[in-house]
């Protein structure tokens, strides 16, 4: 039987780089995304493997039931989640006039959203081991944040506060789920080229331009699926909660 893994957000940009790889891998691959379903985007995804598309918003609880609930009836397992989805602020306001609706948007989208999908997800795993005892990996759960968790940019703080949030949230679930055989990692991309990041082009260009990163270019979907796939494939059953930097070097300090 194929490994089955959910993919929020995974309908486009980042996500849609996850959910190819992963079908290319030979996963089934539930999305769950709040537009309409994409049909030709579909048709395609299914030329590639088996793939379910459920219609919600990872910021709705009731809509987490509906998306693992579909998963378990089509395949009967979850292997793998990632938590892929997320949002910027609709608008870039300076943080001494960034408004309440803007904050609770993005945190409800990109951290608390996902907290309580890992919560879920997380028991469905627990039990499935529970007819399936032994030191093997029963689940791996993937959170792609941002190099905003730990780089700071005054005009859209609530995305770094969601994106730090996200980073310990991590290191909770990791510690808590190891020995119930489920590994919790964390992928951060940095400058990544999809249509959110596609209005400052200008702007990154030039920082690219002016050495931003020791690797001189943009980053793509694939670049952060290939990470996704490395730490999928259990080959590391003794790590947990480490962080994979997709960034092309920005973390590494530098004079």
Same mark, same amino acid.
């Given at each position: 039987? @194929? /490994? ?6 995974? @309908? ?25 379903? +994409? ?57 001494? !006039? ?7 948007? *993005? ?6 959203? #996902? ?5 879920? *997800? ?14 093997? *990996?029963?689940?791996?759960?993937? @959170? ?5 968790? !730990? ?11 969601? /994106? ?14 190891? #020995? ?20 400052? /082009?200008? /702007? ?9 990163? #020791? ?5 793509? +979907? ?6 996704? !796939? ?14 994979? @930097? !997709? ?9």
């Amino acid at each position: 039987m @194929n /490994k089955v893994a959910l993919v929020t957000g995974g @309908n486009r940009g980042i996500g849609q780089g996850i959910t190819r790889a992963l079908l290319a891998e030979g996963y089934a691959v539930a999305i769950l995304a709040t537009r309409e379903e +994409p049909s030709e985007l579909m048709a395609e995804l299914r030329e590639l493997g088996e793939v379910s598309y459920t219609r919600g918003s990872v910021a709705d609880l009731e809509d987490h039931r509906c998306y693992v609930d579909d998963a378990l009836e089509r395949w009967g397992r979850i292997d793998l989640l990632v938590n892929n989805a997320g949002v910027a602020p609709q608008v870039r306001d300076d943080i001494v !006039v960034a408004t309440q609706e803007s904050y609770d948007r *993005v945190m409800d989208i990109n951290l608390r959203g #996902p907290y309580f999908l890992t919560q879920m *997800v997380a028991a469905e795993m627990i039990a499935r081991r529970e007819g399936d005892p032994g030191d093997q *990996v029963h689940g791996t759960i993937i @959170n792609v944040s941002s190099t905003s968790a !730990v780089t700071v940019s005054t005009n859209r703080g609530e995305y770094c506060i969601s /994106k730090a949030g996200m980073a310990m949230a991590t290191q909770l679930w990791a510690a808590r789920l190891a #020995p119930e055989g489920i590994m919790v990692y964390e992928v951060r991309p940095g400058v990544i080229a999809t249509d959110m990041t596609a209005g400052v /082009k200008e /702007k990154y260009d030039a920082q690219f331009a002016g050495g931003l990163a #020791p690797i001189p270019r943009w980053g793509t +979907p694939a670049d952060v699926a290939g990470a996704v !796939v490395q730490l999928a494939a259990a080959r590391m059953p003794y790590s947990t909660g480490d962080i994979i @930097n !997709v960034d092309g070097g920005m973390h590494i300090p530098r004079l």
